[in-house]
């Protein structure tokens, strides 16, 4: 058997009614606008998807899986044979899709957006001028699982070769996994079914059953339709899902939300550990991995403090390694960082005036909070090759000030015992170079590549991090307001936005490569 569920794009719009014109009616009821439809897009899908939907966006180089091509009329979720049908898509740009950085935009757009988005998506492609979607497959009533019902399943699951792609044990390690890739050419993964809550056309048995019938677009998981009678197709979709044992089927999960900064009489503390911060109420917020991986960073849970002067966002999460190193070419640091629109911002308001949460977009820039593990580290010592190699042997060092070159000294010596000449990093002024002043940087962006950090006068975040049991805590501080105009502004009793991504260094996360939400309304007390 061929992938059961796709690697899937990481904005899979898919098309609601072909080249409606505004004010015309939907299948859906009402009417779209694909003017509006055209504006959001540009908005929220093109730089995933591209400016012409040819899944070429600014983005597109750190996702995987790729960003869909909606030129070419193949989705992969569907609850046809052919063309998805209206629900089909407004389901998958409203819940987004499990295990991709598809988000589900239920709560940043409304239903009338999501329609006149999709209505603008169809214009994309011919195929839906061509012909119209197919009729839905009906799902019969699930039967009850019984044990013959499951050996029938795990008969299939070999007779039709699903071990070839999936692996004998379901965990997408198969002879052919690989091997495999889309329709565009790209490599995709085969789904590993020991993990539950990621499948991407929905994780109930009933779900499965559908896709078992229709296949995934673009893939090489085929479409069964009649090559297996009902019975076989539940017997498979039952042996499948309880490969992940009993963990319950994912249900779709809120993306947005509003993050509440309480009101505290005391200082705002900068250390994870003080009083204040064990009290405060947790928020949990969904993180999207951008790269597909078997271990996920599923959420970051936010508290939030300010007394009047000063602002604090503490960042928890799960990790079972404390990566604090960077010191050679294959060792990556954890991260984390807090995003805010550099100016004033209504959170989905009218029009949607709030930068991308893809790291800003031209003309509507970000201010990002960065906090490093490496860089907290520094702070109490500088961290060199000599950490990574102690048995290094220096024949001669003749870059230190007031130290012989062949004493072993030098080697160790504090960069600020270095001869400024041989310094020419933090001569030129590279900020990676200077000495370390807090674990967090102040960067701002404009889009994809773009991201800058600010001068040193506008370098006035302090952070801590402290890890234990497999657990980090980080606490980044600032004033309400500073005077540099990349800096964001906060005020008691107003609003903004703000988006969360976490770095995991131990699976290879870097630059691009993280999980991220989407924005967040931050919400100040009075």
Known sequence: MRRLVGAVAVLALGPLTFALASGQPSS???????ARGRALYAQKCAVCHGAEGRGDGPAEFVL??????????????????????????????????PGTAMPGWAGALTVAERRDLVAFVKTLSPVFRERPPGRPLVVPPAPKPTAALLALGKKFYVEAECFKCHGPGGRGDGESADTLKDDWGHPIVPYDFTIPGRMKAGGTVSDVFRTLKNGIGGTPMPAYGDALGDEETWGLAYYVTSLAGKAPA??????????RVRRVAGAVPADPDAAAWRRAARQAVPLRTL???????????????????TIGILLEWDDPVADQAALSVDEFRDAAAVQFPAGATALHGHAHAEPSYVMGERGRTVNIWHWKADWQRDLARFRDAHDRHPALVVDDFPFVSGVRSSDAAAVRADAAQHDPLFLTGRAAGNPMSQPRRSAVESLIAEGIGTITSQPPAAQVVAGQGRWAEGRWRVVMV?????????????????????????????????????AVSLWQTLRLDR
């Open 28 to 34: 859906g009821g009402g009417s779209v606008d694909v």
């Open 64 to 97: 995987f899986p790729k960003p869909r091509d909606l030129t070419s009329g193949i989705f992969k979720v569907r609850s046809t044979s052919t063309l998805p049908t209206d629900d089909d898509l407004m389901r998958v740009i409203g819940q987004g899709l």
């Open 250 to 259: 994912a249900r779709p999960v809120a993306e947005t939300g509003a993050v």
């Open 291 to 309: 790269w597909l991986r078997a271990e996920q960073v599923a959420e970051v849970r936010v508290a939030a403090l300010h007394d009047g002067k």
């Open 478 to 514: 600032r004033a309400l307001r500073t005077p540099s105009a990349g800096d964001a502004q906060f005020a008691p009793g107003e609003s903004s936005a703000v988006a969360f991504a976490v770095w995991d260094g131990a699976r290879g996360d870097r630059d691009g490569q993280k």
